[in-house]
């Protein structure tokens, strides 16, 4: 999953950025699964990292008009509601329905040699 905001990957680690919203996929069915895992990508075109990944807990969708709560403006990064809307504005001015996206960062478990 490609997350082209460079302060979200440390975010991510940290596990305070625990959602994003996607506008790919169908009214009826999200790109990413619930319970799988997601490789993560700091831009397109680039490496994913080599220490973790993200596994998706829940999904929903939203329409132009809902207005993101203040808990999960939070959760995509530590915004205000109206700081995130606008940002999403001016990714995608026309979109119409997004998909939400829960998930929550697995480190990978690196075997010690000592």
Do not use: C
């Amino acid at each position: 999953m490609i997350f082209s905001i460079a302060d979200h990957i440390p975010q991510i680690k940290a596990r305070t950025k625990t959602q994003t919203r996607r506008i790919r996929g169908t009214e009826w069915y999200p790109r990413y699964q619930t319970g799988k895992y997601y490789r993560i990508q700091p831009g397109r075109g680039k490496k994913s990292i080599e220490d973790g990944e993200i596994q998706i807990k829940r999904s929903w969708i939203e329409y132009r008009g809902d207005t993101i709560s203040e808990e999960n403006a939070l959760a995509e990064g530590g915004y205000t509601p109206e700081k995130y809307e606008a940002l999403f504005i001016k990714m995608y001015p026309h979109w119409g329905a997004r998909w939400a996206y829960e998930f929550v960062y697995v480190p990978y478990h690196v075997e010690s040699d000592k």
